[in-house]
């Protein structure tokens, strides 16, 4: 069985996947009672995690400039924001988590660059300070982000970031994965040209499979809210403390 914490940080990772996710649908996947994921959900609500919906519930971003400290993806947010620098290049992986980090940058003047259109749309609608700039390329509905081989190109040249922000979907401790191989070549490219990289690795993301990998680059800072598996070894990793060791129970019976 696991404990609250490490189920409600699964809920929370798919609901910024998926945008929504309906009560019963989350009781069969995580093997529990409806009453237990109402109980979730009506606790979540409270620190501002999502919002609760007929039948289930719905991801709701941090707001800007409001104190958001308490939120598990803050806390994780703020960890990545503390290595960007004033007047940085960013390079942004098209995941919700990337607008989570943007929230904690505050008023920092940096560049922010992306090729996601759902990222760009979302920050747009905001008055943030950072300049944002988009890569241009060509749909990949497959995928979701803009792509082309003189939009991958432009992270060498014209929009080359200082730093890349990476939130792959599955982590092991040699390799980053992706669903999706253009997402995997970009992921290598904005490494490459950064030559640092901040790799965001929700807990999800630690037990979880997907098809198309890429080694774990050089010059990089893994950074989780919970503790690395035991076979997991890295010599820069951050762990967030406000889940122990004593709060998180391993058990091999349930497959994220």
Partial sequence: MYVAQERRAYILRILQQRGS????TLARELGVTDETIRTDLVDMQAQGLLQR????AKYILPTLGKDSSARPDCQLAALAA???KPGMCVYLDSDPLALVLVSQLGD???TLVTNSPELLSK???SPL???LICTGGIMNKECGILDAPAALGSLEQEHKPDI???IPPAVRSDVAAYHHPARTAWAKAAAAAAGKCLIMVPSLALHAHARHAMPLPEGNTLITENNLPPNFNHP???LIPYISAEDLLQASAFDY
């Fill in 123 to 125: 920050l747009a609608q």
């Fill in 21 to 24: 996710i309906r009560s019963a």
């Fill in 108 to 110: 920092m003047p940096c």
């Fill in 236 to 238: 820069d990793t951050e």
């Fill in 164 to 166: 890349a922000l990476l």
């Fill in 129 to 131: 300070p950072q300049q």
């Fill in 82 to 84: 503390a290595h960007i």
């Fill in 53 to 56: 919906t007929h039948g289930g």
